[in-house]
């Protein structure tokens, strides 16, 4: 090798090592400028618990926050669904489910839905003693929901709490 090749190819080894490193952390901090604003998840489960036209118009500017959760610390994770879910506001929960939400064992049986619920808990009995958003029940979604077939089931596989702590 002479020494005009071996000049030339460690300029361009020392810029390939230097420009992929930069590449890569660019892209990288690219992906965390495509999260939502952590403010505004917090803002729009907030909303989910009770406000129906506020859930609208923040979807309608930002359409990926009906698959947003917000950590409430220790664990404690809640998406607006489940706001609206635990408050037993069917209005707001059946909105979110009709654009595609996700819904989960704890807003099925705020909603009544036992031909849903009660198979899923003869399949997996462990989860009559879940813990939802805060801690909050199956028992407690069941009777924020008023549905007495639901309370009636939990109860007789002896669901008595209303809360559990997360931690």
Same mark, same amino acid.
């Given at each position: $090798?002479?020494?005009?090749?071996?000049?030339?190819?460690?300029?361009?080894?020392?810029?390939?090592?230097?420009? #992929?490193?930069?590449?890569?952390? $660019?892209?990288?901090?690219?992906?965390e400028? *495509?999260?939502?604003?952590?403010?505004? #998840?917090?803002?729009f #489960?907030?909303?989910?618990?009770?406000?129906?036209?506020?859930?609208?118009?923040?979807? =309608?500017?930002h359409?990926?926050?009906?698959?947003a959760?917000?950590?409430?610390g220790d664990? *404690?994770?809640?998406?607006?669904?489940?706001?609206?879910?635990?408050?037993?506001?069917?209005?707001?929960?059946?909105?979110?489910? =009709?654009?595609?939400?996700?819904?989960?064992?704890? /807003?099925? /049986?705020?909603?009544?839905?036992?031909?849903?619920?009660k198979? /899923?808990?003869?399949?997996?009995?462990?989860?009559?003693?879940?813990?939802?958003?805060?801690?909050l029940t199956?028992l407690?979604?069941?009777?924020?929901?008023? =549905?007495?077939?639901?309370?009636?089931?939990?109860?007789?596989?002896?669901? /008595?709490?209303? $809360?559990?702590?997360?931690?």
């Amino acid at each position: $090798m002479n020494r005009k090749k071996f000049i030339y190819g460690s300029i361009v080894g020392l810029g390939a090592a230097i420009a #992929v490193p930069s590449a890569i952390l $660019m892209k990288s901090k690219e992906k965390e400028a *495509d999260q939502l604003d952590e403010k505004l #998840v917090k803002s729009f #489960v907030i909303a989910g618990h009770s406000k129906l036209e506020l859930v609208k118009e923040m979807l =309608s500017e930002h359409p990926n926050l009906i698959y947003a959760s917000y950590d409430w610390g220790d664990g *404690d994770f809640e998406e607006a669904i489940e706001g609206a879910a635990h408050l037993g506001q069917k209005e707001i929960v059946n909105y979110l489910l =009709s654009l595609g939400a996700r819904a989960n064992l704890f /807003t099925l /049986t705020m909603l009544g839905k036992t031909d849903l619920v009660k198979p /899923t808990l003869e399949a997996y009995p462990e989860l009559l003693f879940a813990k939802g958003p805060h801690g909050l029940t199956l028992l407690h979604h069941a009777q924020i929901g008023e =549905s007495a077939e639901m309370v009636n089931y939990l109860m007789e596989k002896g669901v /008595t709490q209303r $809360m559990i702590k997360i931690k």
